[in-house]
């Protein structure tokens, strides 16, 4: 059993609050992924359960042993950094064996575990190079076959894919994430990329300022988002929002209105609705009708950009839909995909239906 | 690599650029050159108004005897030859000669073995085959003009300064200093250059103020401000022997306390002091450039705090501390000011020795002898950074360990 727990924990430098008092259950088994934009306190809080960090305050739990005291070396966690840590003097064969090596685990076991591990990430033919002969590729996989040879209760990763080219961050990804099957470790892996975080968790913790903005499942968290930050951190586009004012039912803006909304809360609000959500349709009677201000190609689809009040709202058409910028246009939205946000604090008022 | 034609020089600057590189080249080795000539000949070539004189020594050639055409060409080869077989053949000849055991092992046994070859070499091969070279090109008709002697030399010098001035001893008081320095200098700076590189807190930026304080006072200040305590120090010492507490202690090196003046210890404390600021500068720099992953990475996997240092940033550190060593080295090496007055002649070093000979006598043997001196205390220095120029090179770059 390797559940973390996180209670209370905070970490202050001098009068900055990197993390503030964060609460967290991590089950066991888990693929927890922390997501937010840099600057956020993800790495702090993932560098605190490592132990590379002391928080100011709170408590961590890993297992069913309080952790705050003990050395990182005690806490049986292996972690992934994002600019590899590799040892550069070593082979590739000497790193993977490094954290047997140093624990004094039975040698006679080194040989056929590094060989399993370098299996795992397809290393096989690249044990005896040095990694300054690898690719970026190439490096990351024998850091995670460093982390993975121990066979540790809980593996960290701090944005080990950042540093690859695109193509290769989706191969390595889906890697990661059978590797992760396979072995049945608890995770805990930082990003700010919201699709590795989509595509890999279980749960998302989406943090800001120091603070858990959310928890929950890919589904929960783009569905449901607790608040505006979440919806416009999360999906690509972003989800639309919108300023304006509620009254009756209908939520008014420039060049918007959409009626059919819940009448028990007037005032102004923040309504939100995702690009692929809502269709393009002819400007007449439309809930937004306004000359297009952009168009953009994607392959699958056509998205569409209008201006509406300060902001612009994308939609996503049909991808053999073309138009000409300055074209009128209107998109279709039914309240039933609208989510509604309290425009001062941000935080959802009401589910969409 | 090419630089691309739109950034390349005009052709004046190029031409006024390599004029100046030349010259200062030029206004660098002319001294070290013209030593080295002098340091070979008798004396009236020497010290001759003639440059030509000074060159071919024509004097030492008439009574002595010198070098052919032969002997140069010859010479020239055989030292490339044994350059690069050197070069080419030491590390292997130290990876079998650490008979399986730790590698430096076997540099120090191949060394030892390189050296005593090329000393061999040098030494009785090298004058028996040129000899006869010369003896049978002087016997064939139109070829005896390269055997015949063109340029005078002469080794009496060396021979006076090393063995009847026996410049051995100071050449080991020397060596004592230098290594008391550098071993000292890169122990202490290589543990707190790790942890002020490691650090981030205030105090540790106020100790390397403090430190670069300490390293602009002029090397003076520091002498005058020890001479007395080093002259004094059986009396100030005193009370560390008579008490009962650390008497038995300090008894077991001594009877009585010593004098500290003239000994090797206080001018190995003094230029350590001095030199130390600099060393934790630059060692603080070679750590920064280590990334912290590294350690980090070494504790995650199971190192403690010194075990991750042990295991992980050693094996990286070494281009660093050797450049740095080296300065150490050149500091120790080269001071006159602080060894010429701490040390007493029986522990003096080279460079104030050498400064005696040119005051003593003032023949004009005396100060021949004393350039050969000279030109000898740059062997050693030419000689280190020969075997650790990929080090020296790889450590004035840094950046030599990105993971």
Not at chain 1, 242 to 263: M, R, T, Y
Not at chain 1, 307 to 320: H, N
């Amino acid at each position: 059993m390797a559940q973390v727990t996180l209670q209370g924990i905070t970490k202050r430098w001098g009068a900055f609050t990197g993390v503030s008092n964060v609460n967290l259950e991590i089950a066991d088994r888990e693929f927890m992924v922390f997501l937010g934009p840099s600057g956020c306190g993800k790495t702090t809080t993932m560098r605190m359960i490592a132990g590379l960090e002391d928080p100011t305050e709170g408590e961590i739990s890993i297992g069913d042993r309080v952790v705050n005291a003990l050395e990182p070396k005690d806490r049986d966690i292996a972690m992934v950094f994002q600019n590899y840590g590799l040892y550069p003097n070593l082979t590739v064969y000497e790193n993977i064996r490094f954290p047997l090596k140093v624990r004094r685990i039975d040698p006679q076991t080194h040989d056929d575990r590094v060989h399993r591990a370098a299996e795992m990430v397809e290393l096989g033919d690249l044990l005896h190079r040095l990694p300054r002969e690898l690719s970026g590729g190439q490096r990351q996989r024998v850091a995670l076959a460093r982390a993975v040879v121990r066979q540790p209760t809980v593996f960290l990763m701090d944005e080990p894919l950042s540093n690859l080219d695109a193509k290769l961050r989706v191969s390595t990804r889906a890697q990661l994430k059978n590797l992760q099957h396979e072995l049945q470790v608890t995770t805990i892996y930082v990003t700010h990329d919201q699709i590795e975080a989509m595509t890999l968790a279980h749960r998302v913790v989406v943090m800001n300022h120091g603070k858990i903005q959310q928890i929950g499942t890919p589904t929960a968290i783009y569905d449901n988002p607790a608040n505006t930050f979440v919806a416009g951190f999360i999906g690509s586009p972003a989800m639309n929002l919108l300023d304006g004012e509620l009254q009756g039912g209908v939520f008014k803006s420039d060049n918007v209105a959409i009626a059919g909304l819940p009448a028990d809360r007037n005032g102004p609000v923040t309504l939100g609705f995702r690009a692929e959500d809502a269709r393009v349709v002819d400007a007449d009677g439309a809930q937004i009708a306004a000359p297009i201000y952009s168009v953009e190609l994607l392959g699958d689809a056509t998205m569409v950009t209008v201006r509406t009040g300060g902001s612009l709202t994308s939609v996503k058409a049909e991808k053999d839909y073309r138009a000409e910028i300055g074209d009128g246009v209107g998109i279709g939205i039914s309240p039933d995909i609208c989510h509604l946000f309290d425009k001062e604090s941000g935080q959802r008022v009401s589910l969409a239906a | 690599m090419t630089t691309a034609r739109a950034l390349q020089m005009p052709t004046g600057l190029r031409v006024a650029n390599g004029a100046f590189v030349a010259f200062w080249l030029l206004l660098a080795i002319f001294p070290l050159f013209w030593i080295l000539v002098m340091s070979f000949k008798i004396p009236v070539d020497s010290f001759s108004t003639n440059p030509l004189q000074v060159i071919f020594g024509f004097e030492t050639r008439r009574t002595v005897g010198g070098l052919s055409f032969l002997d140069l060409a010859l010479g020239i080869v055989v030292l490339i030859a044994a350059y690069r077989l050197v070069a080419q053949t030491i590390g292997k000849a130290a990876g079998y000669l650490s008979l399986g055991g730790q590698v430096w092992f076997g540099w120090i046994l191949a060394s030892v073995v390189y050296a005593i070859g090329l000393a061999l070499v040098f030494g009785w091969l090298v004058p028996l085959v040129f000899g006869l070279v010369n003896t049978i090109f002087g016997v064939i008709p139109l070829l005896n003009a390269l055997a015949t002697p063109v340029v005078g030399l002469t080794t009496e010098h060396y021979r006076a300064v090393w063995i009847e001035n026996e410049f051995h001893e100071q050449f080991l008081n020397s060596a004592v200093v230098t290594a008391g320095v550098v071993t000292i200098s890169l122990t202490v700076g290589t543990l707190a250059g790790y942890g002020l590189a490691r650090s981030g807190g205030s105090l540790a930026f106020w100790l390397l103020v403090v430190a670069l304080v300490f390293r602009a006072l002029p090397h003076s200040v520091l002498v005058s401000g020890y001479l007395p305590a080093f002259l004094n120090s059986r009396e100030w010492l005193g009370p560390l022997w008579e008490s009962g507490a650390t008497g038995w202690f300090f008894g077991l090196f001594s009877d009585e306390p010593p004098t500290l003046f003239g000994k090797h210890l206080p001018v190995i404390i003094v230029l350590v002091s001095i030199n130390q600021p600099f060393t934790i500068w630059m060692l603080r720099s070679f750590f920064q450039n280590i990334p912290r992953e590294l350690d980090e990475a070494a504790r995650v996997d199971g190192c403690s705090h010194f075990e991750a240092f042990r295991r992980v940033i050693i094996p990286v550190m070494w281009p660093g501390v050797i450049t740095t060593g080296l300065f150490s080295f050149l500091l120790a090496y080269n001071d006159f000011l602080v060894t010429s007055l701490l040390l007493d002649a029986e522990a003096q070093t080279m460079v104030p020795a050498i400064a005696q000979f040119f005051n003593r006598e003032t023949t004009a043997t005396d100060q021949v002898e004393a350039i050969a001196a000279a030109v000898s205390i740059t062997a050693p220095l030419f000689l280190l950074v020969m075997i650790f120029q990929k080090q020296i090179v790889s450590g004035l770059t840094a950046g030599a360990v990105k993971g």
